[in-house]
């Protein structure tokens, strides 16, 4: 504790110096905008989580046979010469499926202070480092989200250390309260890292990692995560692609003994081809492996054995663009959990995968792009 004490400290410091070196050259120029986005769909699912319920691994049209809004989103942007501030405010299933109450409608709110020439500070709850897909439909190629993307956190909150020393490179450093949390829950702080480099305008290749032991007081055995993750995204002519995989180890997680260090693997990769100017068809393959249930739940196979989900899927979809900020999607996919592992219902049969079809549209606008305010300097 004396230890994040005395780094607080030094941080208030370092932000008083820098503010009053700014002091003598306030901003002359300032921009504000606010953007909106909507995403409405329906979807299938051969598993019967029953009327009104979200369906398992719930992300992205986390409703079966029940047309409803995946988001309704309004971003507001705030960038000046040494300040910067972001607030996202979303209404939907994504935001009561997979936001913790009371902030499920806050997808995140920081601001920012330029320390140094390529060095920011921001504070605040955030929209996550970690993983190679993204949440939103408009954002990945795929409208549903891997199952290795819906175990890695989708949200954090604390301290972004942001640093651009090159065109091509970006460093962020994170002080966290715990992963995928808004609010701690125990007395300790995790770190988190990204590191990402354009390979050139076709794409890029990067890294993040989270370490910190998340385990809920009074539980006094620790859990230390270690949680790292690598990607890349590349565009060559019509063909787009993304890849990515996760490690994680975990303390005294064993499911025999609760005394061992175990570990997680997942990985995806995912396609798209551009037809036409406004048709693209994608798919994806993707895998998660948790034995021993670190991150997904621990059940009882059919064989007896208590064990965590391992899972496999593939996806294939197409997607037509009747403007350049527009879109409507066809989507398929198949998950496929081990042999034992039968957490599905359908028919009044318990299964080991499920079969989905999504159909879902979206749009993104401009409610005030790039509002310019002046001021004097001193």
């Known amino acids: 504790m004396k230890r994040i004490f005395t780094f607080l400290a030094v941080l208030n410091t370092f932000l008083f110096l820098s503010i009053n070196g700014h002091a003598q050259k306030i901003d002359t120029v300032s921009t504000f905008s606010i953007t909106g986005y909507i995403d409405a769909y329906y979807a299938y699912y051969t598993d019967s989580a029953g009327p009104g319920n979200y369906q398992k691994f719930p992300t992205a049209c986390p409703r079966s046979n029940s047309p409803s809004l995946n988001t309704a989103q309004i971003s507001m942007l705030y960038n000046a010469d040494i300040i910067r501030a972001t607030a996202v405010l979303h209404f939907g299933d994504i935001a009561n499926a997979t936001w913790p109450h009371p902030y ?15 060095l920011w500070i921001d504070a605040g709850f955030f929209r996550t480092h970690f993983g190679t897909e993204f949440l939103l439909p408009v954002e990945n190629i795929t409208t549903s989200v891997s199952v290795p993307t819906f175990y890695e956190p989708y949200y954090e909150s604390g301290i972004r250390f942001n640093f651009d020393p090159t065109k091509k490179l970006e460093i962020n450093l994170f002080l966290l309260n715990g992963y995928g949390m808004f609010i701690d829950n ?4 995790s770190f988190g890292m990204g590191i990402t480099y354009a390979l050139g305008d076709n794409g890029g290749i990067g890294y993040t990692n989270y370490i910190g032991d998340d385990t809920p007081l009074p ?32 303390q005294n997680s064993d499911i025999l003994t609760g005394a061992k260090t175990v570990t997680m693997f ?4 995912t396609a798209r081809y551009q037809v036409k100017s406004k048709f693209a068809v994608y798919g994806r393959g993707e895998i998660f492996q948790d034995a021993d249930g670190i991150m997904s739940p621990v059940i009882t196979d059919r064989a007896g054995k208590k064990t965590g989900y391992k899972v496999w899927g593939f996806t294939g979809g197409a997607e037509y663009k009747p403007t350049e900020e527009s879109y409507v999607r066809l989507e398929g996919r198949r998950l496929q959990m081990d042999s034992d592992q039968d957490i599905f219902y359908y028919n009044n049969e318990s299964r080991n995968y499920r079969y989905e079809i999504l159909v879902n549209a979206g749009v993104t606008f401009d409610l005030l792009k790039s509002f310019k305010t002046r001021k004097t300097e001193n």
Request: overall charge positive; charged content about 20%.
């Open 266 to 269: 997942s990985a995806l990769a």
């Open 104 to 118: 499920n409608n806050l997808m995140e709110a920081h601001v920012g202070l330029k320390v140094y020439s390529k």
């Open 186 to 189: 125990n007395n300790k702080k």
């Open 219 to 250: 539980d006094t055995v620790t859990h230390l995560r270690i949680h790292q993750n690598v990607f890349i995204n590349y565009q060559y002519k019509k063909m787009k692609f993304q890849a990515g995989a996760d490690y994680c180890m975990q």
